[in-house]
């Protein structure tokens, strides 16, 4: 098993990565010194694959564990479920020392984790992550949040778990589209620090493709060292985290005015950051040639790289991109790229810039 730290002071936890981690719940949790009430808050997805094995650990080590099962999507990242989940926790007397477990990918985990923060002014929480884009991004880090119908994530705290247990079983079973969308976010980290990570998804992109065990896993831990050091740099995204939203300015955009239907968070960060590239290229210099390989390991991926909008779908993604979180006195910053491997924050984009990116234009990967 790898385990990756996260260090921050008397809040530190530690992320396991490995198989057969689901089963061995309990247990990990015995070792934090938490109350016996627990609640484990998944999905209809994944609450029927992995429910009762999480629960039946918990009961083995003596904890009392409750299931509450939300509905799976984008769109239950909302108040009303969280509503729900209050009653219910309410209704099985959960106290301050109990604990809550996210059990699924990172809708849960963001949900899961804003209920932790803010029932009886926090619970601790422990993260289960089932998808890759969860085990490698938004299990970790302590951003929890809910999706407004102005936009994505405009409602959260930041309430860090206690514990990770990224188990690489429950990959097996996750669709291929969504294993595809959290290749997205793999492939962000190669971008935004780590140059030789890049390289190195382009050599192994058909074993990763192939869910490859070995390869999966030290992918996976590279993935959360970087964003570990970053974390512990910058929590509260007050400069440096902001280089983790490479991509996500437009991406977030984009999945607001679908609805949060047609595009998953993977799929409209790919899109979001080929057109982060392309701005890179435009007001940072960054080499063409390294612009063509951002587009190709995407496109490679099997993910979308291009966005196909009319001039009033223009408009309705440039107002989207005004009430995201990012936006400081009125004006969109972005995360831009000088090369691969090495960003930069806060960057003012021209409005005629951004607008040549969103016009559709030939993909240099078009016959």
Do not use: W
């Not at 609640?39 to 509450?68: C, M, Q, W, Y």
């Not at 955009?253 to 609805?259: F, K, P, R, Y």
């Amino acid at each position: 098993m790898g385990i990756v730290n996260v260090p921050l002071g008397n809040r530190s936890y530690k992320i396991n990565i490995g198989a057969g981690l689901v089963h061995r719940l309990g247990a990990e949790c015995a070792r934090l010194g938490l109350g016996t009430r627990c609640a484990i808050i998944s999905d209809t997805n994944v609450a029927p694959r992995f429910g009762k094995t999480a629960h039946e650990a918990l009961a083995k080590a003596g904890f009392a564990p409750t299931l509450i099962t939300i509905p799976a999507g984008e769109t239950a990242k909302s108040l009303k479920t969280v509503e729900a989940c209050y009653n219910q926790l309410a209704a099985q007397r959960l106290e301050r020392k109990s604990f809550i477990v996210a059990l699924g990918g990172g809708v849960v985990g963001d949900l899961a984790g804003f209920v932790a923060a803010t029932y009886l002014r926090g619970l601790p929480f422990v993260q289960v992550p089932t998808t890759l884009l969860a085990q490698v991004d938004s299990s970790v880090g302590g951003k929890v949040g809910l999706n407004l119908k102005a936009g994505k994530n405009l409602v959260g705290a930041f309430h860090q778990p206690r514990l990770v247990l990224c188990d690489l079983d429950t990959l097996a079973s996750l669709p291929m589209r969504e294993f595809r969308a959290g290749l997205a976010e793999v492939i962000k980290y190669g971008i935004i620090y780590d140059a030789r990570l890049f390289q190195q998804l382009e050599r192994d992109l058909p074993k990763l493709l192939l869910r490859d065990t070995r390869a999966l896993a030290a992918v996976i831990a590279r993935c959360c060292e970087i964003k570990a050091e970053v974390v512990q740099q910058d929590e509260t995204e007050g400069g440096l985290r902001a280089i983790l939203n490479f991509g996500h300015t437009i991406g977030h955009a984009l999945e607001a005015i679908s609805h949060y239907g047609k595009y998953l968070h993977g799929e409209a960060i790919s899109i979001g950051q080929v057109a982060a590239a392309e701005l890179s290229a435009q007001i940072l210099d960054l080499p063409a040639p390294e612009v063509a390989r951002i587009e190709t390991i995407f496109h490679r991926a099997g993910l979308p790289t291009r966005l196909k909008l009319n001039p009033p779908q223009r408009k309705k993604l440039l107002t989207a991109m005004q009430l995201d979180k990012k936006v400081s006195g009125g004006e969109v910053k972005f995360v831009l790229a000088r090369r691969l491997g090495a960003v930069e924050f806060g960057q003012r984009v021209p409005l005629a810039a951004l607008e040549r990116c969103l016009t559709p234009h030939p993909s240099p990967l078009t016959p």
